[in-house]
């Protein structure tokens, strides 16, 4: 099974609410990543988590907040967003953290159509 | 700093022909390469991955080659297919980097 789920497909949401995005993988990968994908352009990096820690962080605003409460499962928590926060959210996992050897494929989720009003 | 570049942008070829779809990276430090393909509105499928000591990967009709030494990759498509329209998006590891490096992409229309 080399599926990353992503939850929910679609989400809109106020200026003004908290919502969260949730991703799941059961490959027993150890290497997790948050990524923001604008229309016609390739995905940019958010967040990286390697064995449930916090390892990169791209100076990504704080009104997006990211959590790993195992190695399943990747939260991104969202609050007081701006209209050009509205993009495709992108979920990705590795076996390993990128930076070790050994063939590494990122395995990618479906993604989370935000749109922010 | 890895700059990867795909050309061209679009694509459009009819249904049958073979053809080969370009990535470039500027330094050769590499430690993989990997192919994307993503429909719109979706998320990322990966199409291949080569390690660095590697020439080529295959996989049905795709064939994926490398060389480091010029910073070329190429990823061939035999006997296209409308089902083959998508973005085909190339990305990059350095040696111990912890993340990838993506090119722009190339949008691949098949006409039936």
């Known amino acids: 099974d080399t599926e990353v789920t992503q939850t929910p497909k679609h989400l809109v949401m106020g200026m003004t609410n908290k919502k969260s995005l949730k991703c799941e993988q059961h490959m027993g990968h150890r290497a997790m990543y948050w990524y923001k994908q604008k229309a016609k352009k390739p995905p940019e990096l958010m967040f990286v988590y390697s064995y449930e820690k916090l390892s990169i962080n791209e100076s990504v605003p704080s009104r997006f907040s990211p959590e790993c409460p195992n190695s399943s499962l990747l939260n991104l928590h969202l609050h007081a967003l701006q209209p050009e926060d509205s993009a495709l959210y992108l979920c990705a996992s590795t076996t390993r953290p990128l930076g070790t050897s050994g063939y590494n494929e990122q395995f990618f989720g479906p993604g989370t159509r935000l749109t922010v009003l | 700093k890895q700059e990867v570049t795909q050309i061209p942008a679009a694509l459009s070829v009819p249904e049958g022909e073979n053809l080969v779809l370009n990535c470039s990276f500027t330094d050769s430090a590499i430690y993989n390469l990997q192919w994307f393909r993503q429909d719109p509105g979706k998320g990322l499928t990966s199409l291949l991955l080569i390690q660095s000591s590697q020439r080529e990967q295959t996989s049905g009709r795709l064939n994926a080659s490398l060389d480091k030494s010029s910073g070329r990759s190429t990823l061939y498509i035999a006997a296209s297919q409308p089902g083959d329209s998508a973005t085909y998006l190339c990305?990059?590891?350095?040696?111990?980097?912890?993340?990838?490096?993506f090119g722009q992409g190339t949008r691949l229309t098949i006409n039936p």
């Open positions: 990305a990059v590891r350095q040696e111990g980097a912890q993340k990838l490096v």
